[in-house]
């Protein structure tokens, strides 16, 4: 079955960067795109942007440009976002997603990674 | 960006009940909303997507309907396991946005 495995909790230092990971397994890496969600505690979702695994292309929210870096290495089948400058409103934990096309539904979800961004 | 509301933030249900969720969008996107739940320290989890196609897995009380700004999602018979946080998700346009969720507590 599909499934999409995260990286593990992180505590970081506000200034610095973090790359977490979405592993993915039971189908082939470059049917899927991979999308990453924000959800800070008690809020919503907010949708930082995708990869399409097989051409490497990108897509970012504008609100997440210069925040957020996402690749992909078709080899271990894992996507990576990396955050960088980080400070206390990137707290939060980060969902990868995977989806069919672009404008689909979100049909897979990793475990979410929570971020930690405390001195 | 397209603004979903989510109406209303809370709701209160007993077991058995039909409730329904709505989702108002602040301009036309057809079809293209899908409807999320989220339990407690869970991942969201697709249960519906383009406003009313099911998916495979999800259990046949939960039901979607609407287009253009109105959309509803409803569970038919509510039972424990459905208490969560309900998210609807618009992919007509870009950026694609998420309403900021309906909580269903039990009464």
């Known amino acids: 079955q599909v499934q999409l495995q995260q990286s593990g909790a992180e505590l970081v230092r506000p200034g610095t960067s973090v790359k977490v990971s979405c592993k993915a397994s039971g189908y082939a890496f470059t049917n899927y795109l991979i999308e990453w969600v924000k959800q800070r505690p008690g809020q919503g979702l907010e949708w930082i942007g995708v990869i399409n695994p097989g051409s490497g292309g990108t897509n970012y929210n504008e609100k997440f440009k210069g925040k957020a870096t996402l690749t992909a290495d078709k080899s271990s089948s894992t996507a990576y976002m990396q955050l960088s400058s980080l400070t206390s409103d990137d707290s939060a934990v980060y969902f990868c997603?995977?989806?069919?096309?672009?404008?689909?539904?979100?049909?897979?979800w990793g475990q979410g990674t929570s971020v930690t961004v405390s001195s | 960006d397209i603004l979903l509301t989510q109406s209303p933030a809370i709701l209160s249900v007993s077991p058995g009940e039909r409730v329904s969720f709505s989702c108002r969008a602040s301009q036309s996107i057809g079809t293209s909303i899908h409807w999320y739940q989220q339990r407690t320290n869970g991942s969201p989890r697709l249960l519906i997507k383009y406003a009313s196609e099911s998916i495979s897995g999800i259990p046949s009380r939960f039901s979607g309907s609407g287009s253009g700004t109105d959309f509803t999602l409803s569970i038919n018979s509510v039972e424990s396991e459905d208490i969560a946080d309900y998210y609807c998700?618009?992919?007509?346009?870009?950026?694609?946005?998420f309403g900021a969720g309906t909580k269903l507590e039990l009464k």
């Open positions: 998700q618009q992919s007509n346009s870009w950026p694609t946005t």
């Open positions: 997603a995977g989806g069919n096309y672009a404008g689909s539904a979100m049909d897979y």
